[in-house]
């Protein structure tokens, strides 16, 4: 009995590959935004800490030692530290908003690859319908070729008893 050979096999082994392709680079994709919003979420906590550290500074801008009530020197100096931290503060708000940036980027990425796998599925879809439905007429064309075949020797095993008799 005859096989049925998909003459476009090559070509659906081709598109499941860039399908296959296609996930891979998704799922690579979205642990990248993964690991992007955890670095946001660090940067947060790193600015949270720094304006939690501000506020303990300006607490005790004032505060006394053990040497006693602070001097004017004293006071400049953690003002001066204040105006640091304050920087740092800053430093961290634009960290953060290149960071969103950052992820934006990443969703987008990830909203394109989305987009390829599922053009790449709906083609692959596309050929393995396109193959059942080669296989089913190559199925019945056989089938019609035995029932022919089938009708003929009946045919002929009619005719032989008919002139035998």
Do not use: W
């Not at 919003?37 to 300006?58: F, G, S």
């Not at 004017?72 to 105006?83: G, T």
């Not at 987009?115 to 879809?125: F, N, S, Y």
């Amino acid at each position: 009995m005859t096989q049925f050979s998909y003459r476009l096999r090559p070509l659906l082994e081709q598109k499941e590959q860039i399908r296959k392709d296609c996930e891979n680079d998704k799922l690579r994709r979205d642990r990248e935004l993964e690991a992007q919003e955890a670095r946001l979420l660090e940067l947060q906590k790193q600015q949270k800490d720094l304006e939690e550290k501000r506020e303990k500074l300006r607490r005790e801008l004032f505060a006394t030692t053990q040497q006693g009530p602070p001097t004017a020197h004293d006071v400049a100096d953690r003002r001066a530290y204040v105006k640091v931290v304050e920087q740092q503060i800053e430093d961290a708000k634009s960290d953060i908003f290149a960071q969103r940036q950052v992820i934006e980027d990443c969703k987008a990425q990830v909203e394109e690859a989305k987009r390829r796998v599922e053009e790449a599925r709906r083609e692959v879809e596309v050929l393995e319908k396109h193959r059942a439905k080669q296989e089913e007429r190559f199925r019945r064309m056989l089938q019609a070729k035995e029932d022919l075949e089938l009708d003929e020797v009946g045919n002929v095993l009619y005719s032989t008893r008919r002139y035998q008799t």
